[in-house]
């Protein structure tokens, strides 16, 4: 069992930066894929970045370039840095991790077992 917390979103000018982090419970946190997902009002939930065990890293073509995603296994946590920011990347962000890896399938929420509360980031113009 996995138990995520994120922390960190709020209110930021267009430009500024914003650092979010996810801290886990549970044993292993280091074998599990974390994801940052987000979702806006009357969207669906996209995935924003993902970091594989080993420490690969995707991202969403909307972030590459001003969001970097890492994680700190001794500290149990995931963290987003979100530089650049606009008033599109508006959203609840959500934290989530999944033991189970798959390249073509890794951006999809089903693949997840273990999610966060949310933290809501807004990005006034």
């Known amino acids: 069992q996995v138990q995520l917390v994120e922390s960190g979103g709020g209110l930021v000018q267009a430009g500024g930066s914003l650092r979010l982090s996810c801290a886990a419970s549970?044993?292993?946190?280091?074998?599990?894929?974390m994801g940052w997902f987000r979702q806006a009002p009357g969207k669906q939930r996209e995935l924003v970045a993902h970091?594989?065990?080993?420490?690969?890293?995707n991202y969403a073509d909307s972030v590459k370039g001003r969001f970097t995603i890492s994680r700190d296994n001794a500290k149990n946590t995931v963290f987003l840095q979100m530089n650049g920011l606009k008033p599109e990347d508006t959203a609840v962000y959500y934290c989530?991790?999944?033991?189970?890896?798959?390249?073509?399938?890794?951006?999809?929420?089903?693949?997840?077992?273990?999610w966060g509360q949310g933290t809501q980031v807004t990005v006034s113009s």
């Open positions: 989530a991790a999944s033991i189970y890896y798959s390249p073509s399938d890794y951006m999809k929420t089903h693949m997840y077992e273990y």
């Open positions: 549970g044993r292993f946190f280091s074998s599990y894929g």
């Open positions: 970091i594989t065990s080993a420490g690969s890293t």
